[in-house]
């Protein structure tokens, strides 16, 4: 199944009945998913734990955001819905604690509008734009990449299986093996 039908039923699943949220921070809908409403600026802050996280503006990420996997490998799964734009500052990271390194974790971002990775910015998880472009600055990194419009990877970018709706823009030295990986070289920024 195309990465963006799984998506787009987890985006429906995270979304449905969040009308009746009247402002509380948990909501559980009527498939008994809770889903947790997602502050517009993350980055350095409270860690956030397994769950279902929804905004219905613009999110972005500054500095590091940690996904506390609280040692459980049976409830390691991230989703977050963002009825915007997702953007992470220069050189952001999302870092996983407290994860049993037997555990295959899950992170999904279903994004309405468009996707962008600043420079030397690392993301955890699979990306999926509904409708707008996906684009990763220089350095730049993140897992599969299923774009609505166009997808563009700076120099260096690294993804795992990308699909766009338009136009594939690789930067210098990206390569990809078919469509399960793109591979930078060696980033000249690391010591």
């Known amino acids: 199944m195309k990465l963006s039908a799984i998506l787009s039923s987890v985006a429906f699943v ?9 402002g509380g921070l948990r909501v559980e809908n009527e498939r008994n998913l809770v889903v947790l409403n997602l502050p517009a600026a993350l980055g350095v802050s409270t860690p956030l734990v397994a769950g279902n996280y929804y905004q219905g503006a613009a999110v972005s990420v500054t500095g590091i955001l940690t996904l506390d996997a609280e040692h459980s490998c049976a409830a390691a799964v991230w989703t977050f819905t963002i009825g915007g734009i997702f953007n992470t500052a220069a050189s952001s990271t999302v ?3 407290n ?18 990775l600043g420079a030397n910015s690392h993301v955890i998880g699979n990306m999926l734009s509904t409708a707008g472009a996906i684009t990763l600055g220089a350095y730049a990194s993140a897992g599969n990449l299923d774009a609505g419009a166009a997808l563009t990877l700076g120099a260096g970018g690294a993804a795992g299986a990308l699909n766009a709706g338009a136009a594939t823009t690789l930067g210098a030295g990206v390569t990809c093996t078919g469509i399960t990986a793109c591979l930078p070289p060696p980033n000249p920024n690391t010591p």
């Not at 995270?14 to 009247?22: D, I, R, T």
């Not at 049993?100 to 996707?115: Q, S």
């Open 14 to 22: 995270a979304s449905a009945g969040l009308g009746n949220a009247a």
């Open 95 to 97: 870092v996983f604690s």
């Open 99 to 116: 994860l049993d390194p037997n555990c295959a974790p899950v992170v999904n971002w279903v994004v309405t509008g468009a996707v962008t």
